[in-house]
């Protein structure tokens, strides 16, 4: 790959004839020592993204020339949306060894236990199907155990090529950006951004054996939250800093709305307990289970916002899930969304997610 056709945002091979097309960048700017295709240009300068256009095809091609190679696979999953970044499959075509990365580590309340959380991590990713060599937790945003990581994947390595994989906004590109910055102190090399699917193609970073980090553009998990709002709304419920868990004291037949995103009822286990870990700035309306109908009808896209009132007519129906927990602590996961906590078992609820928005139960994460 030569640098001097790539574009240095995305990576992406530049091109000066088709501005509609991927890579375009007027024919005067060629031959700068640092070009940007338009995409990245306007990202930077108007902080404004133009629709990812590669294909789900476009995207296995790339990840297939990752498993030719015996390199270390990094791959990243965002913490705070473990199973919604989370790339099904992987490991049945990579051939190398992956370290996992669970990225976003400062969005988690401050008193979780690292190591509780790793072993966690392990052993959803073994019922997942993944073995990696080696599970960590870092923020590529704030710089958390990037120097950590960085021995890891020196370790780990072994003189090989490193790719590093991930889902849409799990902040690969964040975490390629601050290894740069840790190890040569440059600055924002690559573009970052809200929004999913910012990376388009491979970026060689070399690394000085001869060998290279290789950044992979951003998979589309199609059921992620992200793809069902608009640029604005993800701002609101992709939470920026520490979680503030909101605690709820709730009667059976109680309801929560998370904006006009999501509905959660409490059916029947008597008074209990429940933690919502969710975006600060998404507001939660409590009403009452009969009401809740009623309630979304009249005041979606205004008291129950996110989605605006613009945007809610392309708002996809609620899916209703009714889970049953049995025992233990557990989490009611809202793909993209955040979670809530149920600290015991014996309890009925249901939940109201767009159509094609993941809804489940797992082991509780804190
Ligand atoms: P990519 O699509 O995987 O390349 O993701 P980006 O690097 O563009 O990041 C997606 C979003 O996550 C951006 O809003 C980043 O600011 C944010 N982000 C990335 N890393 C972190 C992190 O460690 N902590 C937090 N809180 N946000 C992060």
């Not at 704030?142 to 780990?156: F, P, T």
Request: a positive charge; aromatic letters at 8%; proline letters at 5%.
């Amino acid at each position: 790959m030569r640098n001097e056709w790539r574009c240095i945002g995305c990576g992406v091979k530049l091109q000066t004839e088709r501005p509609d097309k991927i890579g375009y960048t007027p024919k005067s700017s060629i031959g700068k020592e640092l070009v940007l295709c338009k995409r990245c240009f306007r990202l930077k300068h108007y902080n404004e993204v133009q629709d990812v256009q590669l294909t789900d095809d476009d995207f296995l091609k790339i990840l297939h020339r990752v498993g030719e190679s015996d390199g270390l696979v990094v791959k990243i999953v965002d913490i705070f949306d473990f199973n919604g970044s989370w790339l099904p499959g992987i490991h049945r075509w990579v051939r190398g060894d992956v370290l996992l990365l669970g990225n976003k580590m400062d969005l988690l309340p401050k008193s979780v236990n690292e190591n509780k959380l790793i072993q966690w991590m392990r052993s959803e990713a073994k019922e997942l199907g993944l073995k990696p060599v080696d599970v960590a937790l870092v923020s590529a945003g704030k710089g958390y155990n990037i120097q950590k990581v960085i021995h890891l994947i020196e370790q780990y390595r072994n003189g090989r090529d490193v790719y590093v994989i991930g889902a849409t906004n799990v902040g690969k590109s964040t975490f390629i950006n601050r290894i740069i910055k840790e190890v040569s102190g440059e600055k924002q090399i690559i573009t970052t951004s809200h929004f999913p699917g910012t990376t388009l193609d491979m970026i060689e970073i070399p690394l000085d054996d001869g060998k290279a980090i290789y950044d992979t553009p951003g998979i589309i998990n199609h059921h992620q939250m992200a793809h069902f709002v608009s640029k604005a709304d993800l701002k609101i419920i992709t939470p920026k800093k520490e979680i503030k868990p909101k605690v709820f004291q709730l009667n059976e037949r109680q309801t929560l709305f998370f904006g006009g995103l999501a509905r959660f009822d409490y059916i029947k286990g008597g008074r209990h307990s429940f933690v919502c870990y969710l975006s600060n700035a998404l507001p939660i309306h409590r009403t009452k289970l009969e009401k809740g109908d009623e309630l979304y009808e009249t005041h979606k896209g205004e008291l129950l916002a996110p989605p605006s009132k613009e945007e809610i007519g392309n708002f996809p129906p609620f899916d209703r899930h009714e889970f049953t927990i049995d025992e233990g602590k557990t989490d009611i996961v809202f793909s993209g969304l955040g979670w809530i906590t149920v600290p015991e078992g014996g309890v009925t609820v249901a939940v109201y997610v767009p159509k094609g928005v993941r809804t489940f139960i797992r082991k509780s994460l804190i």
